[in-house]
């Protein structure tokens, strides 16, 4: 079902799935992506847990404020919280949806229960990157490509400092030789953090979907 939320100051549209009495778990995608790029992975989840697919700010039919600093993107996901009255929730999050998951696990370590990071990029100046050249796709907002393309580039410092004050029991998955990230800078910064590699690039959830949730559902039941 979905629905919309205001959270933080702007509209957040999630689709939710699952029994309501269940551990919540919330999704979040990767750039230019919306809820739907989690198709067949929240039925899967939702079998036993609560399930939340969210629509990052700038992307989908969540709202476009035009200003994309990457920890308020987080606090846009702590607000959501607040509204369905969970306390604390797991996060499983790919590329800038993991960049906002661990946003979210650093600054509100008591709100996170459990971390799932799918090849996020690591809060390390990026180099070798191609400029983003605006094209016809629509669904998102390319100000917000601009804006976090920007704070990959030229990261805060604190923010890899950050990494170590998240407490959650935390899954890094590497898309491996195949993707443009380390994820494994990631996982050597959070404390405790187990790193998987699946080699299937980028999108580990689409390539290797089986391997995907089969690596996600040993870590939530460990």
Known sequence: MIREAHANGIKLVYR???DPSAPP???LHG??????DWNGVTQHFAARHHVFALDLRGHGASGWPGEYP???MAEDVVAL???LGFER????????GGVVAYHAAMNHPDRVARLVLEDPPPP???TGRSPVVEDGSTGFDWRMMHDTERQMLDPDPAWAEGLGKITAPTLVLSGGAQSPFDAGEVAARIPGAKLVTIEAGHLIHVS?????VRTVDAFLDS
């Not at 929730?89 to 800038?96: E, N, R, Y």
């Not at 290797?208 to 995907?212: K, L, M, S, T």
Request: proline residues 6%; charged residues 20%; negative net charge.
């Open 31 to 36: 750039r230019t992506a919306n809820h739907n």
């Open 124 to 126: 390390l100046p990026l």
């Open 81 to 83: 919280l607040d509204r």
């Open 70 to 72: 990457l920890p308020a």
């Open 16 to 18: 939710e799935e699952g």
């Open 89 to 96: 929730a797991t996060l499983v999050g790919h590329s800038l």
């Open 208 to 212: 290797a979907r089986g391997e995907f």
């Open 25 to 27: 778990l919330l999704l």
